[in-house]
């Protein structure tokens, strides 16, 4: 079993930055593909981000191209999600979620283990 756990999400102004970061509890990152999911109220959670097993690849939803960027730190033991020029669209939870060897991908389904979630809030 897996555990992830998020952290650095909080509450800052439009045009700020924040860096998320995703670590598993008791193991490393380094072979599984890693993705950021968002989800606000009533609505199914959006993919963010992606980055391959291997690091070599990475994905990125069209909304947050350009703005956020996702990478491995730690000799790949954890992820992180720079984000950068934050727009209230953006408030949501945001999950990190891992998939086992994985080539990374948008879709949900394809991974296995998903944090807790942390907040992110943009305010105008």
């Known amino acids: 079993q897996v555990q992830l756990v998020e952290s650095g999400g909080g509450l800052v102004q439009a045009g700020g930055s924040l860096r998320l970061s995703c670590a598993a509890s008791?193991?490393?990152?380094?072979?599984?593909?890693v993705a950021w999911f968002r989800q606000v109220p009533g609505k199914e959670p959006e993919f963010v981000s992606a980055i391959s097993a291997t690091g070599g690849k990475t994905y990125y939803s069209e909304s947050v191209k350009g703005r956020f960027t996702t990478f491995r730190t730690n000799a790949m033991d954890t992820m992180s999600l720079q984000m950068n020029g934050l727009k209230p669209d953006d408030t949501a939870l945001y999950y990190c979620?891992?998939?086992?060897?994985?080539?990374?991908?948008?879709?949900?389904?394809?991974?296995?283990?998903w944090g807790q979630g942390t907040q992110v809030t943009v305010s105008s």
């Open positions: 008791g193991r490393t990152l380094r072979t599984y593909a």
């Open positions: 979620a891992a998939d086992l060897g994985g080539l990374g991908s948008t879709r949900r389904e394809s991974y296995e283990y």
